[in-house]
């Protein structure tokens, strides 16, 4: 008697609200129409983006209410979920969610515990008796986690033991639900033929027909909901699978309901109520986003980040502030839509000639990076923009100054900078000389807002 098994996926949701609609409307109807044996959902991580206003103001629960709308088997978790969220805000953001988080990778720091949320596989068993192991893995950020009190495991600690306890188990088709990567994926395909199925997310990667690696079947549906991933296996009597594909629907291809507007902009008019009602300070003059106008925002920015890190001088960058904020009472829905993005205050230490040489990069960059489109490592604007200092001066002789005194190379100094500078490419001493204390859970605007409710209190 051969058994058939249909699998929906999703992935990288980012809180893409605007699709989301038409991606419930295709999961139901597939369901209801589904002449397969067996029907699972599963998401993939990050599912979440708190650069949507409603997830912001809910710490995440808007997305875990839509999620359980549509009775998912199981999710993991993305970075968004695990470096987006303090250690508390995780620790709740499912305890309304109707589905099990499958997630084998992330422990409590202190006690060595898997996290509280969070089960290492599942096991479901099909009407005809098959069962199904699935195992869930999130990238393992090993320099980030631990700032938020948890111990995140490599790979090849974690999956082997989780593939051979599936193996004890008598498991008769293994599904990885995999934030790790296009690149891990492969590799594990490469190593573990005993998994029938990789699902993958946080490259963004789009398999729109799967892709076949060592026998083992990679599936991945892109990013923001603009596709739809589903999987069909097919097993034989034996219970081994005979037959397995991937496809993918492009969500543009759906059709779009009239209400599907009033929801999506239902959804964003929630959020920036909820963080409107959030009032932080209280300016007397309007600040500028533009760097050559009088009062530009980013001066406050600077000493914000400076006082913050307890630092000697400060670096940041026009591209972040997407729009300036206006004469008057400044709200949280203010502060999110100037600085929505994933980033935080680093202080980095480091010598005076490794602060010179780290000038030297920043200035060869600049003309480059004025204009430079951004994307991705947490940013959420268009592009990197201009480079404004704090506290440092150069002058045609390419020395630097700290605060108007020459610098000292072996002199130690502290810099306020941001975690985004020491991912991208185009400072390497950052990385290569900076002591780097990425200042979590607080994203920059929290920081921003809390400095302008100690300067400008209502």
């Not at 892709?211 to 097993?235: F, H, R, S």
Request: contains cysteine; hydrophobic residues 40%; proline residues 4%.
């Amino acid at each position: 008697m051969m058994e058939t098994i249909k699998i929906i996926h999703t992935n990288d949701l980012h809180s893409h609200f605007e699709n989301f609609p038409r991606v419930k409307r295709f999961i139901e109807d597939k369901r209801e129409k589904n002449s397969a044996d067996e029907f699972y959902l599963f998401d993939i991580g990050d599912a979440m983006d708190r650069a949507h206003p409603l997830t912001d103001a809910t710490d995440g629960q808007a997305n875990i209410e839509w999620l359980n709308s549509l009775n998912y088997d199981g999710a993991t978790i993305g970075n968004n979920e695990g470096l987006g969220n303090s250690h508390a805000e995780l620790s709740h953001l499912y305890d309304k969610a109707n589905f099990p988080v499958i997630l084998g990778n992330l422990f409590e720091k202190e006690t060595g515990e898997l996290a509280n949320f969070a089960k290492p596989y599942k096991i479901i068993e099909t009407k005809k008796q098959t069962k199904i192991g699935v195992i869930g893995l999130t990238a393992p950020y090993i320099l980030t986690y631990p700032l938020l009190n948890w111990d995140i495991h490599l790979i090849q600690e974690t999956l082997p033991k989780l593939v051979q306890e599936l193996t004890d188990q008598k498991c008769d088709v293994i599904v990885l639900l995999s934030h790790l990567g296009v690149s891990m994926d492969r590799r594990i395909a490469g190593k573990y033929p005993q998994i029938d199925v990789v699902i993958g997310a946080h490259t963004h990667h789009l398999f729109e027909k799967g892709e076949m690696d060592n026998g083992v079947l990679l599936a991945a549906a892109g990013k923001y909901g603009q596709n739809i991933g589903e999987i069909n296996l097919t097993l034989d009597d034996n219970k081994k699978v005979t037959h397995k594909n991937a496809v993918t629907t492009r969500t543009s291809s759906l059709p779009e309901l009239p209400e599907d507007k009033n929801w999506i902009a239902q959804k964003l008019h929630q959020g920036e109520t909820l963080l409107d009602e959030e009032k932080v300070a209280k300016i007397s003059q309007t600040m500028s986003r533009d760097i050559t106008k009088p009062n530009p925002v980013i001066e406050e920015g600077l000493t914000a980040i400076k006082e913050y890190a307890a630092a000697d001088v400060a670096i940041l960058s026009s591209g972040l502030f997407l729009q300036s904020l206006h004469k008057g009472v400044v709200t949280k829905n203010d502060l999110h839509k100037m600085l929505p993005h994933a980033i935080h205050v680093m202080k980095t230490k480091m010598t005076g000639e490794n602060v010179w040489r780290l000038i030297m990069e920043m200035e060869k960059n600049r003309a480059f990076l004025r204009n430079h489109p951004q994307k991705g490592m947490g940013f959420r604007g268009k592009i990197f923009g201009e480079l404004v200092y704090r506290g440092i001066s150069i002058d045609d002789k390419k020395n630097v100054y700290i605060n108007g005194e020459a610098l000292h190379k072996k002199k130690e100094y502290t810099l306020a900078l941001l975690d985004h500078y020491l991912f991208v490419p185009y400072f390497p001493s950052i990385e290569i000389a900076g002591n780097n204390d990425i200042l979590y859970p607080k994203f920059l605007r929290s920081v921003f807002g809390e400095y302008l409710s100690k300067k400008y209190p209502i």
